[in-house]
C-alpha cells in the first residue's frame, strides 16, 4: 500500500527534527512526507533546509490556513493520487523503527478497515497479570493487563460516573476511557475514537469528510469528533504492535484558561457528535462528571504545583460550562 505522513506543525522545529530523524530510520518508508508548517517565524523552514529529508514536502500555510484542523484539511488536498493512505503524527512524537509497517500490516489483516491508530508506550506503565486477576479499586484492568487507575477515575467509580464502554469507546454520556487505556499486548483493538496524533485513514475516507473548523487553534479533541464520525460510516482499529513515544512539547500549546474552557465546549461538541439527541440521564451524567472534573482540577490548586495553571485551567473550565447555557456550540 502507498501511504503518505502529514505531520501538521506550529512553532516546534527541534522536536519536529526528532520525529523526521525516527521517520527515516522506519522498516516500512513513506512514499511521501508532507511538512504542513504553521509558524508565525522562518525557523521550521530553516531547520528543514539545513536536514535534507528523503521524500518531503514542506508547506508553510498563511493565517488562513492556520490551526490544526485547517493545516490538516491543507494537507490531505496534498496528497498524491497514487496515495491509499494518509498517516498523521504529532511533531513532538519519536517513532518505534518498525511503527509504520505495523500499522500498515493492519490494513492487510482489516481489509475493511477505515482507520488504524498506534499506541503510545512511554506515558503509562502496564503489567500482564493473566485472565484471573481482580483489580484493586486504584486500578484499571483489561485483557489480562492492569495499570494504575487515575485519582479521577477513581473517584469516578466510587460515585457510580465511570464509562459503561471499553477503552476507545464513547458512552452515551461521553468522558469514556481513550485508546490510551488499551495495553500493549500485541493484539489488534476495534475502536471508534483515534487519537489524532497517531492516527491514519484510508484516502478514500478523507475525500469524504474533512475535520471540522469549529475547532480552531490548538484543535483539543478535534480527533474525537473526526473518528467518531468515521466510524459511524465504517470500522476502526487500535494495532498496539505499532508503537511510538509522545514527548508533549510545552511550546505552541494554548494558556491555561483557554485550556480550560476548550476542555468543556469542545468536550461538549464531541459528546453530541456520538449522541446528538441525549436522554436525561445521559445528559445528567455528562454534567456531573464535567462539575466533578473541574472540582477536581480546583482542588489542584492546594495540591500542585504550578497553583496558577490549576486556578486559571479551573476558571476556564467554569466559564466554558456556563457558557453552555446561553451559547452552545454551533456544529460546522
Not at 512526507?33 to 533546509?49: F, Q, R, W
Not at 493484539?187 to 473548523?213: D, H, N, P
Not at 498496539?240 to 491555561?256: E, K, V, W
Request: charged share 20%; with cysteine; aromatic share 12%.
Amino acid at each position: 500500500m502507498r501511504f503518505t505522513l502529514i505531520v501538521c506543525t506550529y512553532m516546534r522545529p527541534e522536536p519536529l527534527l526528532k520525529l523526521l530523524q525516527s521517520v527515516q530510520q522506519q522498516t516500512l518508508f513513506p512514499d511521501e512526507i508532507l511538512v504542513i508548517d504553521g509558524s508565525t517565524n522562518e525557523e521550521t523552514k530553516v531547520v528543514l533546509a539545513d536536514n535534507k529529508l528523503a521524500n518531503l514536502r514542506y508547506y508553510q500555510v498563511s493565517s488562513e490556513h492556520r490551526g490544526l484542523t485547517q493545516q490538516r484539511n491543507f494537507g490531505v488536498n496534498c496528497v498524491s493520487d497514487a496515495m491509499e493512505i494518509v498517516c498523521f503524527l504529532d511533531d513532538d512524537i519519536v517513532l518505534e523503527a518498525n511503527y509504520f509497517q505495523q500499522l500498515i500490516h493492519a490494513y492487510t489483516i482489516y481489509p475493511e478497515a477505515l482507520g488504524v491508530g498506534g499506541l503510545i508506550t512511554n506515558e503509562t506503565q502496564w503489567k500482564n497479570v493473566g485472565d484471573d486477576y481482580q483489580p484493586k479499586s486504584n486500578e484499571f484492568y483489561f485483557d489480562g493487563w492492569k495499570r494504575k487507575d487515575g485519582s479521577r477515575f477513581v473517584l469516578r467509580k466510587k460515585l457510580g460516573l465511570d464509562s459503561d464502554c471499553p477503552p476507545g469507546f464513547s458512552s452515551l454520556f461521553s468522558h469514556g476511557r481513550s485508546v490510551g487505556f488499551l495495553p500493549p499486548s500485541g493484539k489488534i483493538y476495534e475502536v471508534e475514537m483515534l487519537m489524532g496524533g497517531v492516527a491514519s485513514y484510508r484516502k478514500s475516507t478523507l475525500e469524504l469528510l474533512q475535520f471540522s473548523t469549529y475547532f480552531e487553534g490548538y484543535g483539543l479533541y478535534e480527533d474525537a469528533d473526526f473518528s467518531l464520525r468515521v466510524a459511524q460510516k465504517g470500522k476502526l482499529f487500535i494495532n498496539t504492535s505499532a508503537q511510538l513515544n509522545h514527548y508533549h512539547a510545552a511550546s505552541g500549546r494554548p494558556n491555561q484558561y483557554a485550556y480550560g474552557k476548550m476542555v468543556v465546549r469542545n468536550g461538549w461538541y464531541v459528546w453530541r457528535t456520538k449522541n446528538p439527541n441525549p436522554k436525561l440521564k445521559d445528559q445528567l451524567k455528562w454534567h456531573s462528571i464535567t462539575i466533578l472534573l473541574t472540582l477536581i482540577r480546583f482542588s489542584n490548586i492546594f495540591t500542585t504545583t504550578p497553583k496558577k495553571a490549576a486556578f486559571t485551567e479551573t476558571l476556564g473550565r467554569t466559564v466554558g460550562w456556563w457558557s453552555l447555557l446561553f451559547d452552545k456550540p454551533k456544529r460546522k
